[in-house]
T-cell receptor, first 112, second 114 residues
């Protein structure tokens, strides 16, 4: 059974700092991995999707990497801003099922 | 990307009643999903809503408690029946698109059961 874990559970950084969020999964047979952002009481916003054949994806200040063999992904946020404060979730799709299995989330607070 | 709306955005319901949540997508999609997010927790898949057939439920979720309809390729409903305080959660629908299976989520419905 696929399990997805995110470390750290919570992170507080001063504005302007670069930071890395970690995601690990137990079964390397994934179809893709998706990073989401969730603001308090809101739905999820898709940030980046990495297909199993890819190593990384970039969007603006965000860069996500994927190492399938070791079961790990990282989300790098450059020059953090208070508006980046949210919960960040990673999720994997195993095989061709379309079913997302979510990680435990990292609550990020960027202090002005 | 798909634009997804949900109704209601929030509701407070009495124990023993039911709540039906609507999910509307701005384009035709094959796969629609319903998730639950309990307070302070991550998301758990309830079921996959299939157009023209019965929904496929995940372990721990049953049709009597969470009946789902999918009358067409742009709409689905989730009913949470016989409500108890443990059902207080955010319920989210999502759709999968394209060959990459990228998923997009609605804004969620916050349910509080008293």
């Amino acid at each position: 059974k696929q399990e997805v874990t995110q470390i750290p559970a919570a992170l507080s950084v001063p504005e302007g700092e670069n930071l890395v969020l970690n995601c690990s999964f137990t079964d390397s047979a994934i179809y893709n991995l998706q990073w989401f952002r969730q603001d308090p009481g809101k739905g999820l916003t898709s940030l980046l999707l990495i297909q199993s054949s890819q190593r990384e994806q970039t969007s603006g200040r965000l860069n996500a990497s994927l190492d399938k063999s070791s079961g790990r992904s990282t989300l790098y946020i450059a020059a953090s801003q208070p508006g980046d404060s949210a919960t960040y979730l990673c999720a994997v799709v195993g095989g061709a099922t379309n079913k997302l299995i979510f990680g435990t989330g990292t609550l990020l607070a960027v202090q002005p | 990307s798909a634009v997804i709306s949900q109704k209601p955005s929030r509701d407070i319901c009495q124990r023993g009643t039911s709540l039906t949540i609507q999910c509307q997508v701005d384009s035709q999609v094959t796969m629609m999903f319903w998730y639950r997010q309990q307070p302070g927790q991550s998301l758990t898949l309830i079921a996959t809503a299939n157009q023209g057939s019965e929904a496929t439920y995940e372990s721990g979720f049953v049709i009597d408690k969470f009946p789902i309809s999918r009358p067409n390729l742009t709409f689905s409903t989730l009913t949470v029946s016989n409500l108890s305080p443990e059902d207080s959660s955010i319920y989210l629908c999502s759709v999968g698109q394209g060959t990459t299976y990228e998923q997009y989520f609605g804004p969620g419905t916050r349910l509080t059961v008293t």
